[in-house]
């Protein structure tokens, strides 16, 4: 049961690296939050860290356990530097000096685990994660200092100290749901009911000992939908510097248009068919109790966006292309196959054994060919697994790879049971000149995905936006 006062909303709002990048971008984003505070709507900021902050933590890391340590000073300098910049311009007096000094002993602690791992040249995914935790760390402080110098009552704390607790999975940690709302609940209510809006690290949980996981790259998204379902929320506001989901990646297609609504569904299958727009587990958390997200642009906020819900809308059977590079296709072949559903199995185990996960399959009907799409950095491994597992050459004989690959998908529920679809994408493909390596379906219908050379990556999206006019 939802404990509210009237008809006021509860909403998560969530602000991405580039809305935090800086003091001009969090005043813009504390002001979205600040509106729906003075409305009386109850308000969980969630940030993520400044743009590109976390890849350098990354790199920072990497750079402690081989030694450089130089290059991981001078770092952490400029991150001191961008942080106190933005903390001198978003507050005065007692604010300021507070904001200052958590800087600056976070940063403290984060110098002293990179010495760790610089002594001990050891770099564990589980101290990866603490060191990756400082982005959100830092910056969810300077969102509590802009809040609280425009007059609300704000606080900033970290995912774990909220409640989200996950399994020590470290780097791409699962929340563990039940505890997590139980958890959630006890910490947030009462700050809410307090009238005070806390301001959570995105990214961030902990597992149940109490250590610092991440939900994976990109995982912000995924850290306001746990809050939501958690707390119940009326709404996730998703906020971007582009107006919404659109019909295709804009960096990649200009023409691309928002989509005024999609359902879960749809969006599961565009995150996981490479839409960088939303981390692939956003909606998972919010799907039972049918929480609407709305994505929309912090710099355009009149524009509605997108709405995510149970059920999408519009005329199109076809609502938007996806692509993702940096892919390889590993073809395994031989008569020995045929008719041998265990090799099959073997092939699958084989690669997931060895944590490599296939982002695409498909199977020639005289099962004589299985083509698999692997992430290029896991391909070298993957041959090795399948050279090994099949080393005696009577089941399978060939195993070859094509490196430089790219997955295009296209996704829409309408296209369930409607015939034609994959007709025209191939027609379409083929008139701009481009070969198509290996095609799949998902059982879903909600999308036909296909693999093609990278370098004909955009002409391929593009002649496939244009055939669904996806621009119009
Ligand atoms: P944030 O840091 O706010 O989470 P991201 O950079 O992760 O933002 O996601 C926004 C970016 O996703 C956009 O700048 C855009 O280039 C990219 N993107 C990829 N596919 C799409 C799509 N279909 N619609 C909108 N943006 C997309
Ligand atoms: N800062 C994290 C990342 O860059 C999480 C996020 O931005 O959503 O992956
Ligand atoms: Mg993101």
């Known amino acids: 049961m939802k404990l509210k006062i009237g008809d006021n909303m509860r909403v998560v709002m969530k602000f991405g690296g580039t809305l935090m990048d800086g003091a001009e971008q969090i005043e813009n984003s504390a002001n979205l939050?600040?509106?729906?505070?003075?409305?009386?709507?109850?308000?969980?900021v969630v940030v993520s860290a400044m743009a590109n902050v976390t890849d350098d933590l990354v790199a920072m890391g990497e750079g402690a356990r081989i030694g450089d340590m130089e290059r991981v000073r001078k770092k952490i300098s400029e991150l001191e530097k961008r942080h106190l910049e933005a903390a001198e311009k978003l507050s005065k007096g007692d604010l300021r000096g507070e904001t200052v000094s958590k800087i600056k002993s976070l940063l403290d602690i984060l110098n002293q685990c990179l010495t760790g791992v610089f002594l001990l040249r050891e770099l564990t995914p589980r101290?990866?994660?603490l060191i990756v935790s400082f982005g959100e760390r830092l910056?969810?402080?300077?969102?509590?200092?802009?809040?609280?110098?425009?007059?609300?009552?704000?606080?900033?704390?970290?995912?774990?100290?909220?409640?989200?607790?996950?399994?020590s999975n470290y780097g791409?940690?699962?929340p563990l749901l039940n505890i997590t709302e139980v958890m959630v609940k006890d910490r947030l209510l009462p700050i809410l009911k307090g009238g005070v809006t806390p301001v959570v690290t995105g990214f961030i949980g902990q597992d149940e000992n109490g250590v610092v996981t991440t939900l994976g790259r990109g995982g912000s998204d995924y850290t306001a939908t746990i809050l939501a379902s958690a707390l119940e929320a009326d709404e996730v506001l998703i906020w971007k510097d582009v107006d919404g989901i659109m019909t295709a990646d804009p960096k990649l297609v200009p023409s691309a248009k928002t989509i005024p609504t999609l359902s879960y569904a749809e969006v599961m299958e565009m995150a996981y068919f490479g839409a960088k727009v939303l981390h692939p587990l956003?909606?998972?958390?919010?799907?039972?109790?049918?929480?609407?997200?709305?994505?929309?642009?912090?710099?355009?906020?009149?524009?509605?966006?997108?709405i995510i819900r149970e059920k999408g809308e519009g005329t199109k059977k076809v609502k938007a292309v996806t692509a993702i590079k940096d892919l390889s296709i590993i073809t395994t072949g031989g008569a020995g196959m045929i008719g041998v559903p265990s090799v099959v199995a073997r092939v699958f185990s084989t690669l997931s054994e060895n944590n490599i996960n296939v982002t695409m399959i498909s199977q020639s009907s005289s099962q004589a060919n299985i083509s698999m799409v692997v992430k290029t950095v896991d391909l070298e491994r993957a041959l090795k697994a399948l050279k090994v597992e099949f080393r005696n050459g009577d089941l399978?004989?060939?195993?070859?790879?094509?490196s430089k690959v790219a997955v295009i998908a296209i996704v829409g529920e309408g296209m369930r049971g409607t015939k034609g679809i994959a007709a025209k994408t191939f027609s379409a493909v083929a008139e701009a000149?481009?070969?198509?390596?290996?095609i799949a379906q998902g059982s879903s219908e909600l999308n036909i995905s296909f693999a093609v050379l990278e370098e004909d990556m955009q002409k391929a999206v593009e002649a496939v936006h244009r055939a669904f006019e996806l621009d119009k």
């Open 172 to 174: 791409n940690a699962k």
């Open 127 to 129: 101290s990866k994660d």
């Open 396 to 402: 399978i004989r060939d195993i070859h790879a094509i």
């Open 33 to 44: 939050v600040v509106e729906r505070v003075r409305k009386g709507d109850e308000v969980v």
């Open 282 to 306: 956003t909606v998972t958390p919010v799907q039972e109790r049918r929480i609407p997200i709305r994505i929309a642009n912090a710099y355009n906020p009149s524009n509605p966006g997108t």
């Open 139 to 167: 910056s969810a402080p300077l969102m509590k200092a802009a809040l609280v110098s425009k007059g609300i009552k704000a606080i900033d704390l970290t995912g774990g100290e909220v409640g989200i607790i996950t399994d």
């Open 433 to 438: 000149g481009v070969n198509v390596l290996t």
